[in-house]
């Protein structure tokens, strides 16, 4: 098979011709290809798979047990304090005893598993690269502007503040949808525990629209014949405030942490959290938005349910969000310009995921 490097390969014949197709990854996997084709493929450094040194506790990966939560102010202000750790030096935690059963987030990954199973044909109707829709399916957002595609499709759905209508969802992910929209008290107390351990008041975060906007991007990453050569998500960090993942018992999730990748571990009923980048440009980097890939596997496909709290997408929004004021000082000037949210995704979708930080260009 040819290579993307090959002078007689033409990789943006080959995306058209696939894309056209509306079936994704889980499209190539059905009609039995054992070859990954070339416009997949990843440089051998991206696909490094660095290995921790043994028994190091630096590496063990931050897991909150949130019970109690709301009965004892000395429970509280411990789990502050380890979620400003866990915040400040992996941008990365779980969280666990969270109050939502594991029936249910099992039937939320399973009506995502439903919905990319499905006959293809009932897929293929909501296939669309018009990303003003609320609701949409596709193959790799930016499939026509990443340096590698991953092997990975996605459906995803507006859920605030001007959410799909339930009918427009499609129906295996209708339980997805009425879950998440009903979650609002779930996501004000995240952004609190976030405010309180900026120092900030407890509705801080709350108050400047961080949690105002819901997306909701339910992944799905087909067993592959190659894994050595792709990636189900290339590195990248995510444009958003704040991110909450609900990931499979499969794993393959990995998080950039002191120059070593590390596996998030599939812990039953636990939910991944992690700092987005706007979260880290107003916070002045105190907060860090890490960079996470997702490794693509032989043996069986992967699920996840990701929750994007961000804002002003779908609607226009004038609000401007730079380093907040309050964590500023002459000893830590601010290092960011002020940018909407936007101008800071446009940045990220125009250059797709390339593993560069959208944070540079905002650089003071």
């Known amino acids: 098979m040819a290579s993307t490097s090959h002078p007689g390969y033409n990789r943006a014949s080959d995306l058209k011709v696939f894309d056209d197709t509306k079936e994704g990854v889980k499209g190539l996997v059905d009609a039995g290809i054992t070859h990954v084709p070339p416009f997949f493929h990843q440089p051998p450094h991206v696909l490094d798979k660095s290995s921790v040194p043994a028994d190091d506790t630096n590496f063990k990966f931050p897991i909150i047990d949130l019970t109690g939560i709301t009965k004892d102010s000395s429970i509280r202000k411990e789990m502050v304090d380890n979620i400003r750790h866990a915040s400040e030096t992996w941008g990365f935690f779980q969280v666990v ?176 959290i992690n700092v987005g980048d706007l979260l880290q440009l107003i916070t002045n980097d105190k907060f860090i938005s890490v960079e996470h890939r997702v490794l693509a596997n032989r043996e069986r496909p992967r699920v996840s349910t990701a929750g994007f709290f961000t804002t002003g997408i779908m609607q226009p929004n004038s609000r401007l969000y730079g380093p907040i004021k309050e964590l500023l000082s002459e000893e830590n000037p601010p290092k960011y310009r002020e940018t909407s949210v936007q101008e800071f995704i446009a940045r990220t979708h125009a250059k797709g995921l390339d593993g560069v930080s959208a944070l540079v260009h905002f650089k003071l």
């Open 97 to 272: 005893n969270h109050g939502i059963p594991l029936s249910v987030l099992e039937e939320m990954n399973d009506g995502v598993r439903r919905f990319h199973e499905q006959d293809i044909e009932l897929r293929k109707k909501f296939y669309t690269r018009d990303y003003a829709k609320k609701v949409a399916y596709n193959c790799n957002f930016d499939l026509y502007s990443s340096p590698a595609a991953d092997w990975r499709d996605t459906v995803y759905f507006h859920m605030a503040p001007t959410p799909a209508a339930p009918e427009e969802i499609p129906a295996t992910c209708r339980y997805n949808y009425e879950l998440l929209r009903g979650s609002n008290e779930a996501r004000k107390l995240l952004l609190e525990l976030l405010s309180e351990s900026l120092g900030l008041s407890t509705n801080y975060l709350n108050d400047i629209g961080c949690a105002e906007g819901l997306i909701c991007l339910c992944h799905y990453y087909p067993a592959c014949p190659q894994p050595e050569v792709t990636l189900g998500a290339s590195r990248h960090a995510d444009n958003d405030f704040l991110t909450v993942l609900l990931q499979d018992h499969i794993g393959g999730l990995q998080v950039l942490h002191q120059n070593y990748w590390i596996d998030v571990p599939p812990t039953p009923g636990a939910l991944v």
